[in-house]
């Protein structure tokens, strides 16, 4: 009966021993989660990784980081346009002038009203041909000539001054070539001039050609009207300077 009750009593202490020793875990959640300290929201802040720091987390061992990036690099801008090249100014020339086609070519474009846009450049020739009545004898007799011509309707000419073979010969114009002089010549006899000639002039002879700049379409189509009355003119478009 002793016995008995000691062996009790072993028993007893060996079972609380282990409750001691191995209780906790008997009792304890197997899925409840470990209690962590609360997080501070408001202190929480995200880092973008650079490259480099990618570089280092992928060094470090153990660790398997795939990095995407935070924000969506903005695609580069498209290449500018080439700018486009200035538009040269275009310059209409027509000529050559001198004498009484010089001033009706120059009255006609009055009636245009270019303005700044016309201007003139003069060209100077080493040989040509012209339209002249020969020396007379005194100033009287070229005054009296003169006065002819007006009443003829003939109003372009130039009396030859100083000392010389020419002097008091009148000209009637000068001309490139010798069909232009004898046409002219023919237009001086319809208005009945009879003492006019058409000789060659060696010493230098200066002509007007009329620029015009940026001319609109109406305008070059008035122009080419305007050429017609001037057959032995010359007229052209270009790139101004050329």
Same mark, same amino acid.
């Given at each position: ?7 009790? $009593? ?15 875990? $008997? ?18 802040? #995200? ?12 060094? #470090? ?67 040509? %041909? ?25 109003? *372009?000419?130039?009396?030859?001054? /100083? ?15 010798? *069909? ?6 023919? %237009? ?36 080419? /009207? $305007? ?16």
């Amino acid at each position: 009966m002793t016995k008995g009750i000691v062996g009790l $009593l072993l028993l007893a202490n060996l079972a609380l021993f282990g409750w001691m020793r191995w209780g906790e875990l $008997l009792t304890q959640d197997k899925d409840a989660l470990t209690v962590q300290s609360p997080l501070n929201a408001d202190k929480v802040r #995200l880092l973008e990784l650079s490259a480099p720091s990618a570089v280092a987390a992928k060094s #470090l061992p153990g660790t398997s980081l795939t990095l995407s990036p935070l924000l969506t690099p903005a695609p580069p801008p498209p290449p500018a346009e080439d700018a486009k090249p200035a538009v040269a100014a275009s310059c209409t020339e027509w000529g050559e002038f001198s004498g009484a086609d010089l001033a009706r070519a120059a009255q006609a474009l009055e009636t245009m009203k270019l303005g700044d846009r016309l201007s003139q450049r003069i060209v100077e020739q080493d040989h040509g %041909y012209w339209v002249y009545i020969p020396p007379l004898k005194n100033k009287a007799a070229v005054e009296r000539k003169i006065e002819q011509l007006k009443v003829r309707g003939v109003e *372009e000419y130039y009396v030859v001054q /100083g000392e010389g073979t020419w002097m008091n010969a009148i000209s009637l114009g000068v001309f490139k070539t010798e *069909e232009a002089a004898q046409k002219y010549l023919a %237009y001086l006899r319809s208005k009945t001039v009879r003492s006019a000639k058409v000789g060659e002039r060696s010493s230098k002879l200066r002509f007007t050609v009329f620029v015009m700049k940026d001319l609109d379409a109406a305008a070059l189509v008035r122009l080419e /009207g $305007l050429h017609k009355e001037f057959p032995d003119s010359k007229l052209a478009t270009s790139a101004c300077g050329n």
